[in-house]
């Protein structure tokens, strides 16, 4: 009888074979594969930055609220449209653009709501903005309760990403 890491990954919960052909991808045949698996890096969410603390080249969170929003049309590139808002908290204001977004991700940035967003911190025009964070809408007065530990990032592959998380990997 095999040992159980020696197994492919099909014994695992979850995993079936749209899953384990993704996995695949990834080189991960067999249970041990995945145990060994290890993140490309980690990223620290686990506090808020002041927007005037933040640096660029650095990826940041902050918590803010919409002070404006709009959906506006430039005339080069493959996308047109551009959804632009300022955020702003006590200690300044930053820029975040969409370049591809949804309705309901339009609708996040009603002026008034508070956000709480993730991304790379750039200067671009003497200011400072994020392109395409991570963002959620919040309850400035009750919000939810930041991570305790560092998030992994792992290698993706189309249709199997991190925030999706790896099956349960144990032995069955």
Known sequence: MEHWSAQGLRFLKGVGPRVAEKLLKLGLNTQRDLLFHLPLRYEDRTFVSPIASLQPARRSQIEAEVLHASVHF??????RRVLAAKLGDATGVIA?????????????????NWLRCFGEVRLAQGELE??????????VDNP?????SL????????????RTGFPDSRPR
């Open 74 to 79: 430039r005339r080069q590139g493959r996308s």
């Open 96 to 112: 975040i653009r969409f370049f591809y977004f949804n309705a309901n991700q339009q609708k996040q940035f009603e002026k008034g």
């Open 130 to 139: 994020m392109i395409h964070p991570e963002t959620e809408v919040i309850d």
């Open 144 to 148: 939810p309760p930041l991570q305790q």
């Open 151 to 162: 998030t992994p990032i792992y290698p993706t592959t189309e249709g199997l990403h991190t």
